[in-house]
């Protein structure tokens, strides 16, 4: 019998029961994180996303039977995810910084997150340093970065695990890597373990064989 774990996995669909149809292309699958949350914590646990988002990670906690704490900068959608999540019990979505998570030492069992890329255009107007998508210097977002794994480890138990999913990124000519770089700086707190690989079903096109159709995400694998 075959034993491991595979590097990669080809995603498909989300569950139309759980999906958030109008944030599609922000808000993940929970599909694909289920059998995270299955494969690397107990029922009753405690999953963490200090990027929380529109709540999905914390809908997938839900339905697998974990208890969620999710921290969300963005005020509006911190508040449509408390909305998405009335229908699931046992989870708590806060607006605040991730560099400053509210959370008992060593009470989180897994965290579960996407991380805010460097470069989008989303939210450019924040000036407190909290809005990760607003910090336009790619060190100054990196240092940010360091600080909030920093806290985010202290929430952790020992041989608690972290999952961190991020794109390298293509801003314009230049190329950003931004999933090793971010690799990098979370084995400054956390010991890595290995890299997995989702793959989505994008279309290819163009002519320059510099430039790919970017159908992969990174998932870091880390301990504490």
């Not at 805010?116 to 607003?134: I, K, M, S, V, W």
């Amino acid at each position: 019998m075959a034993v491991g774990v595979g590097s990669w996995l080809v995603l498909g669909g989300d569950d139309v029961e759980h999906a958030l149809p109008e944030a599609a292309g922000q808000a993940g699958l929970v599909s694909q994180l289920r059998p995270l949350i299955r494969e690397l914590s107990e029922p009753g646990e405690l999953v963490f996303d200090p990027f929380a988002g529109w709540g999905t990670t914390l809908v997938a906690a839900s339905v697998e039977g974990r208890r969620g704490f999710g921290i969300e900068v963005n005020e509006e959608r911190a508040e449509d995810a408390r909305k998405r999540l009335v229908s699931y019990p046992g989870q708590t979505m806060i607006c605040g910084d991730a560099r400053k998570p509210p959370l008992e030492a060593g009470s989180v069992d897994l965290v579960l997150c996407d991380l805010p890329y460097f470069g989008t255009n989303l939210n450019t107007d924040a000036t407190d340093g909290a809005q990760f998508y607003a910090l336009r210097d790619y060190d100054d977002y990196l240092g940010a970065l360091d600080e909030a794994f920093g806290a985010i480890a202290e929430t952790m138990r020992p041989g608690a695990r972290a999952v961190i999913a991020v794109q390298n990124r293509r801003i314009a000519d230049r190329f950003v890597p931004l999933a090793w770089d971010a690799a990098r700086v979370l084995g400054r707190h956390l010991t890595l373990g290995d890299e997995r690989i989702h793959l989505y079903d994008r279309p290819t096109g163009g002519d320059d064989p510099m430039l790919t159709n970017r159908s992969h995400e990174y998932l870091v694998m880390a301990t504490k």
